[in-house]
């Protein structure tokens, strides 16, 4: 009896129950984080300093602010005057040959009038109030517009298309934005920028809410 025993246990299989346990909740990781970042957030580094000083950027992404974007907002509800929203290239900017995504602020909604007068943004023959992001020595010209489309977008005033709204960077003096190429259509649009992870002192929410009640 003994001997049979011994038989028995010389010829199980070792117990790797925990290997395809490991296996199985690594796919399923994977699979959870590719679901996040493609539906409902992800991370980015801002690649340039139009978007200062709301958001430092820089080439060196160790030294550019880290920032989370959602992703699901905009399938529920329509972007804000104020969001900063990160968008693929518009056409205009593909035939540019840009590859990468933009980050910029919105400045117009689809319907409206958007007119440059004196270095200020006028939406519907009224100025936008920008103090809440816009430093007293930006000014808002096209005279930044030397590259693309000539005449620039905004040389003269445009009304928005439905579905398509008009961006622009925080650093007016040094931005390639919408009144050089046009307006960004909605389905071009990623999401919105809604906190900064890094630097570490500078963690939390990027804007006040809501800059336009």
Request: proline share 7%; charged share 25%.
């Amino acid at each position: 009896m003994q001997n049979q025993v011994s038989d028995q246990n010389s010829n199980q299989k070792p117990d790797n129950s925990w290997i395809a346990e490991l296996g199985r909740t690594v796919v399923l990781s994977i699979v959870l984080a590719l679901g996040i970042r493609t539906f409902v957030a992800e991370a980015r580094w801002i690649p340039s300093g139009s978007m200062e000083p709301t958001l430092h950027g820089t080439q060196n992404q160790w030294e550019a602010d880290k920032i989370i974007v959602d992703k699901l907002k905009y399938k529920f509800a329509n972007p804000q005057r104020g969001d900063i929203v990160v968008f693929s290239p518009t056409d205009e900017l593909k035939r540019e040959q840009y590859q990468d995504a933009f980050i910029k602020r919105v400045i117009g909604l689809p319907g409206e009038t958007v007119e440059l007068r004196d270095g200020k943004v006028y939406i519907n023959n009224k100025p936008l109030d920008e103090e809440a992001y816009l430093s007293s020595s930006q000014r808002t010209v096209v005279d930044v517009c030397t590259s693309g489309q000539q005449p620039a977008f905004l040389a003269k005033p445009q009304t928005i298309p439905p579905n398509s709204y008009l961006v622009l960077g925080d650093n007016r003096n040094s931005s390639y934005d919408s009144r050089c190429w046009g307006v960004v259509p909605r389905d071009n649009i990623i999401g919105r920028a809604v906190l900064r992870f890094w630097p570490l002192n500078h963690v939390g929410g990027i804007d006040k809410s809501p800059l336009y009640p």
